[in-house]
């Protein structure tokens, strides 16, 4: 099937792929009367005294903001608010089809930091949690910091902390099968932008293995004078043995590669220089860092990318929905690091026995959903 085609004419098809749905009709004038006026003045006056009890009387309760600038959309780069629409309106299917969330696509035709954080922050009390999508770094993590703070509902920037949960989980299962245990693995991380970041935090905070982080102009040192506020923060959790040069001098003898990062830059030759058993994460879309047969040619045993036609998917989808399924439910304002480590271990645990070719459930599995939101709060 020719996607691309196929989409552009479902979509203009459907004229969007969402819509609201009413939880009870207005059949009678009884209803009408209930739901709009006179009646809806008592509940807006109870709520005017009680805002606290907003989740009780309104779809707040179940609802998610899913919101972007389109500066950086995957694989599209800055496209802009139009652009980015319908990428929002797949993430609220999502949303709704894995987790019955109601997520409503928010895109924000502002693009500095004050803007976002600002217009984020007046539309927050009709929701009951943001979903950040697809904004350029290094502008996200400060604006995802600030509304953290600032806001009384779970934030999260899913391009961050959907892929590092998802990473993590894999890496989970990865090193059952090659019997390495996670603080013991040396690891390379190409792409310095939003996930790159996030999941170089979020293995420091699981495990502290030995990373070195790789951005375009090679690894992050110490020495370099061109690193911003957020590359000299990696510094104080990589590059333990202040390694120079480029990815090929990066590689040699480590564990495992984790690419978010640009299609081809890993060839089969440095994967003949990392340890035995290597674990290739290449999840560069639609174009991995290394195609699958080649890393297997080279010696990989675990190939993973982002690709769904590929064994071993990291997908956001795997994380984010029973993420804020269980928000929701528990009343959790804050979504911490022990949260997103919960929601690795969750994940990993619904593959029973890893193998290779498995190291991650299908987004399909049922239990998914219900599995990280009972187990993370």
Known sequence: ????????????????????????????????????????AAVSSHLAKHPEETKNYTWTNNNVAVISDGSAVLGLGNIGPEGALPVMEGKAMLFKNFASIDAIPIVLNVHSTEEIISTVKAIAPSFGGINLEDIAAPQCFEIEERLIKELNIPVMHDDQHGTAIVVLAGLINASKITNKPIKDMKIVVVGSGAAGVAIIK??????????????????????????????????????????????????????????????????????????????????????????????????????????????????????????????LDNNINKITTDHKIKAAEAIASLVKNPTPEEIIPSINNKKLVPTVSKLIF
């Open 1 to 40: 099937m020719n996607y691309a085609q196929e989409s552009l004419i479902q979509h203009k098809k459907l004229g969007g792929k969402i819509e609201i749905a009413l939880k009870d009709d207005l059949s009678t004038k009884d209803k009408l009367s209930i739901y709009y006026t006179p009646g809806v």
């Open 202 to 327: 979020l293995l420091n905070a699981y495990a502290d293995p030995d990373i070195i982080a790789i951005d375009s102009k090679g690894i992050i040192q110490h020495e370099r004078g061109d690193l911003n506020h957020t590359k000299i923060e990696l510094l104080k959790m990589t590059n333990r043995d202040q390694v120079k040069g480029l990815l090929d001098d990066a590689i040699v003898g480590t564990d495992v590669f984790i690419g978010v990062s640009q299609p081809g830059i890993l060839t089969d030759s440095m994967i003949r220089t990392m340890n035995k058993d290597p674990i290739i994460f290449a999840m560069a879309n639609p174009t991995p860092e290394i195609m699958p047969d080649l890393a297997h040619k080279a010696g990989a045993k675990i190939v993973a990318t982002g690709r769904s036609d590929f064994p071993n998917q990291i997908n956001n989808a795997l994380a984010f929905p029973g993420i804020f399924r269980g928000a």
